[in-house]
């Protein structure tokens, strides 16, 4: 039972433009969600994160958008850089805050091209 | 600053072995999760420690146990090892009791665990 689902494997875009990244989850008790980023031979790294009081939270080129009606998530990259493809995981967790548990989804590859 | 750090990189072992994997949190983290990662799927939650106890688990069965030192770092042991249990296995470090956003989940670059 996958409670947080990223249903896209894959998105190419061309740099310089938009990429958004999209998250379902199914689970209610989920107050608190992050985004992190892994490239091969490394482990993730943390992008930015939402609590569920919030319906956006923005850093740099990089914005999360929180809609609880529809326990849908959003990343949105703009603009998108090369170095920006790599393997991106939504997470979420309980208890507010970030430190219990994460529940991932599967991940979502990002390639962006020159 | 020292980021989480484990070893080994790479491992392999053959079915019915145990193996014990090893992390070193971030300089001034207190808690130390693990993850177990295969191939195509996102980290799973497998345990977390929080001073020198197992605070919470995931759906793992007991052939997965853990340890923390006083120093914070933490082991990993695996016992009887199935085929299955190869993948990448994610340590990540955090602080407890922080303020809000400082209590992120940082993460090694893991050990890759192949089960001949």
């Known amino acids: 039972d996958q409670q947080v689902k990223q249903n896209s494997p894959s998105l190419s875009v061309q740099e310089g433009r938009i990429s958004i990244l999209n998250c379902d989850y199914t689970n209610s008790m989920f107050d608190y969600f992050l985004w992190y980023k892994k490239y091969p031979a490394e482990g993730p790294t943390f992008l930015i994160s939402?609590?569920?009081?919030?319906d956006k939270n923005e850093d740099g080129r990089f914005t999360v958008f929180l809609n609880k009606s529809a326990k849908h998530l959003s990343l949105h990259i703009v603009p998108s850089q090369p170095g920006d493809s790599a393997v991106y995981f939504c997470?979420?967790?309980?208890?507010?805050?970030?430190?219990?548990?994460?529940?991932f989804g599967k991940g979502i590859t990002l390639s962006v091209r020159p | 600053d020292a980021g989480v750090t484990q070893s080994p990189t790479h491992l392999i072992k053959t079915r019915g072995q145990q193996v014990t994997l090893r992390c070193s949190p971030k300089?001034?983290?207190?808690?130390v999760s693990w993850y177990q990662q295969a191939l195509g799927q996102g980290p799973q939650f497998i345990f977390q420690y929080y001073e020198e106890e197992e605070r919470q688990r995931g759906n793992f069965p007991d052939r997965f146990s853990g340890h923390q030192f006083p120093n914070y770092s933490s082991e990993l042991n695996v016992n009887a090892l199935l085929l299955g249990d190869s993948a990448l296995y994610l340590c990540a470090s955090s602080l407890s009791g922080g303020l809000a956003g400082t209590d992120t989940q940082y993460f090694g670059p893991g050990t890759r665990l192949t089960v001949l």
């Open positions: 300089s001034g983290h207190d808690t």
């Open positions: 939402i609590s569920s009081i919030k």
């Open positions: 997470a979420a967790n309980a208890l507010g805050g970030a430190n219990s548990k994460l529940t």
